[in-house]
C-alpha cells in the first residue's frame, strides 16, 4: 500500500565539457514527489512530531520506529508549541532518517531552517485574519532566511466531536461535520485561490476523524493532493481514508501513545 519516496538529494551536477549540452539533474521537490505519487496513487503516511511532547533523548528511538514504519514524510508542529529546542530536535531527527521533513507550523515562531519544508497554512475554515493572512506576512522575513521549501496549503478544521487545540488556538469554529458540500466547496475555493495542498483535519486528538464520506466529497472535488489528519487510531482507518480519497494521511496521537503501532 505505501510506497516510501525516493530521497533525491546532495546529487553532483554533470561535469562541464565544452563538446556537450551539459544536463544538470533536477533535484525533485518534495512537492513534486507528492504529485507524482498522486498520479500513481502511490499512498503517503505522515507522522506527526509535537516538539512538546518529545523529549530530545528519545528522539533517537522514536526515529528508529519511524524508519521501520510505512512513514513516507515526517511532519513537526503543534498548536501552541514556542519552539524553544525545534532546531535541536529537527537536526536529531535528520541525523537519525532520510524521510523528508515538513514543518507544520501553528505559529511563525515555529519554523526551523533544519527542516526540509514547510506547510504554509492558510486556515481556510475560519474567519480569523491572524491565520488568513497575519501570521503568513509575519512568516515572510523568517523565511526569507531559510532554504525550506514552502508549500501552500489550504487548511480546514472540521467538528470532530469536542473542542480541539487548533479551535481554542486559533479562535476560530470548525466547519460542520454534516455540510459536506460546503466544505467540499471550501476545499474548491482554497484550490482556486493557489494552495498547493488540502489539509483537511479534524485536529489532534479528535474524537471523531474526519467523516469518510467527505473525503470522498472533497477528494473528488479538488485536484491537488489531499492530505487528510485528526482522531485516526487505527491501521484499517488509514486505509479506509486512502480508500476514499486521502493521498496523505497523517498518525499523530496513535504514535505518540504507542511507538510500536505500525508494527
Ligand atoms: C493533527 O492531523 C494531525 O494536526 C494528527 O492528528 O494527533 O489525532 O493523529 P492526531
Given at each position: 500500500m505505501f510506497a516510501p519516496l525516493e530521497i533525491i538529494k546532495n546529487k553532483k551536477s554533470a561535469t562541464i565539457s565544452k563538446t556537450r549540452v551539459i544536463r544538470v539533474p533536477k533535484i525533485m521537490s518534495i512537492y513534486q514527489q507528492i504529485l507524482n505519487s498522486k498520479a500513481k496513487s502511490e499512498k503517503l503516511l505522515a507522522i506527526l512530531i509535537d516538539p512538546d511532547k518529545v523529549a530530545l533523548e528519545t528522539i533517537s528511538d522514536l526515529v528508529e520506529k519511524i524508519n521501520q514504519s510505512p512513514a513516507t514524510h515526517i511532519l513537526v508542529g503543534g498548536s501552541?508549541?514556542?519552539?524553544?529546542h525545534l532546531d535541536e530536535i529537527i537536526i536529531q531527527l535528520k541525523q537519525n532518517t532520510k524521510l523528508p521533513i515538513l514543518l507544520f507550523p501553528g505559529?511563525?515562531?515555529?519554523?526551523?531552517?533544519?527542516?526540509?519544508?514547510?506547510?504554509?497554512?492558510?486556515?481556510?475554515?475560519?474567519?480569523?485574519p491572524d491565520y488568513l493572512i497575519e501570521h503568513q506576512v509575519e512568516a515572510v522575513p523568517i523565511l526569507e532566511k531559510t532554504n525550506l521549501e514552502v508549500i501552500s496549503t489550504g487548511y480546514i478544521l472540521v467538528e470532530s466531536g469536542s473542542e480541539t487545540a487548533v479551535e481554542r488556538v486559533s479562535k476560530t469554529k470548525p466547519l460542520d461535520r454534516n455540510n459536506i458540500d460546503y466544505v467540499a466547496q471550501t476545499a474548491k475555493a482554497s484550490e482556486y485561490i493557489g494552495n498547493k495542498l488540502i489539509y483537511l483535519e479534524a485536529g489532534s486528538?479528535?474524537?471523531?476523524?474526519?467523516p469518510l464520506e467527505m473525503i470522498s466529497a472533497v477528494s473528488k472535488k479538488i485536484s491537488i493532493p489531499l492530505i487528510v489528519g485528526g482522531g485516526i487510531r487505527s491501521k484499517i482507518e488509514i486505509e479506509n481514508a486512502f480508500n476514499s480519497g486521502a493521498d496523505l494521511v497523517v498518525i499523530g496521537t496513535a504514535f505518540e501513545n504507542d511507538i510500536n503501532f505500525f508494527d
Open positions: 501552541s508549541f514556542e519552539g524553544n505559529n511563525p515562531s515555529q519554523i526551523s531552517a533544519e527542516a526540509d519544508g514547510i506547510l504554509f497554512l492558510q486556515l481556510l475554515s475560519g474567519r480569523n486528538g479528535a474524537k471523531k476523524a474526519v
